[in-house]
């Protein structure tokens, strides 16, 4: 039996490879084998035929991408016009980055980044392609720069801000005369630009300040501090109360002297999102992250420590 298995795994392998084979050779003729339908072409005979009224949208869009040099810009035009993508999607600059980067519309096939003469006919100009990559290599390079500098820096709210309708807030930069200002942005802004939703950027200061002053406010509550309290005499029976209530309160008394990561870290274990509605905001606290910040009150760990800062000041 163990043969006959074997024989049929090394026979599965073979055929397996076969295919591989098959469709590497095919690709390398330029022949296309399926897969999503590029905007711009059709099927016919299992050959791609060029999509004359599709083929002028493709055309525009290397072309806008030169005038204009934002994707964001571009989705916003033709989400206005009721253009959309082959599959009666709306364009975003997800899916208009990868037409820029489709080289289908060169005239080529391209299989495991090798790229072969298609039998089918080019989109674009050679001059389209070239003037299009040319921006998109010196935007990337300036915004992997960006990137770089803003990671340095860890984001308070980052993935816990929605508005009242569920959307995400994700955190957003401009940069004036030299001076960087942070807010927190509906995602849809960077899918598909600022007219995508119904809601504004919020400056960023101003919210991790609201959010700030009720943590420090809930880690000083009395039946916050009770509630961990009672948690963590019923497992460790053999600490005192001053022994994890000083190091709650001292975390309290303490907040603004931490490192930002280590405030994101506590802020990402105690509030499962904040919701920001009628000019305010509304924290929904994790209670699994309250019973781990009771495990981190114990002597030894961060409640040890605190307790030693409070002694030596």
């Not at 525009?60 to 206005?80: E, N």
């Not at 009666?88 to 060169?106: A, D, E, S, V």
């Not at 674009?124 to 299009?132: G, R």
């Not at 916050?224 to 948690?231: F, P, S, T």
């Amino acid at each position: 039996l163990n043969v006959l298995l074997s024989f049929a795994q090394f026979e599965r392998e073979v055929t397996g490879e076969r295919i591989r084979d098959k469709i590497a050779a095919s690709k390398a003729k330029g022949m296309w084998m399926g897969g999503p339908l590029p905007l711009g072409y059709d099927v016919r005979d299992r050959l791609l035929i060029v999509n004359d009224t599709e083929a002028k949208l493709v055309r525009r869009i290397f072309d806008d991408f030169v005038t204009l040099r934002s994707a964001t810009l571009m989705a916003k035009a033709y989400g206005a016009e009721g253009a959309v993508t082959k599959s009666g999607k709306p364009f975003t600059k997800q899916t208009l980055y990868k037409m820029l980067h489709n080289r289908m519309y060169l005239g080529e096939i391209v299989h495991k980044g090798q790229s072969f003469p298609g039998q089918h006919q080019a989109i674009v100009t050679q001059a389209q392609w070239d003037a299009v990559h040319a921006l998109i290599a010196t935007d990337g390079i300036e915004r992997r720069r960006e990137t770089k500098d803003r990671q340095r820096d860890p984001v308070l709210l980052r993935s816990l801000l929605f508005t009242p309708d569920g959307e995400r807030l994700v955190p957003s930069y401009t940069v004036k005369k030299g001076k960087t200002y942070r807010y927190y942005s509906p995602v849809k802004h960077r899918r598909l630009g600022a007219w995508a939703s119904q809601h504004g950027a919020l400056p960023a200061a101003a919210v991790e300040e609201l959010v700030t002053q009720q943590i420090v406010a809930a880690l000083s509550a009395p039946h916050l501090v009770q509630a961990v309290w009672d948690r963590i005499r019923e497992s460790h029976p053999g600490l005192t109360e001053p022994e994890v209530v000083l190091p709650m309160r001292n975390l309290a008394g303490l907040w603004h002297q931490l490192f930002p990561a280590e405030q994101c870290r506590l802020a990402r274990l105690l509030i499962e999102r904040v919701v920001m509605a009628d000019g305010g905001l509304e924290i929904i606290w994790r209670d699994l992250g309250w019973q781990a910040l009771s495990a981190e009150l114990r002597p030894g760990s961060i409640g040890a420590e605190l307790q030693e800062l409070e002694g030596a000041a």
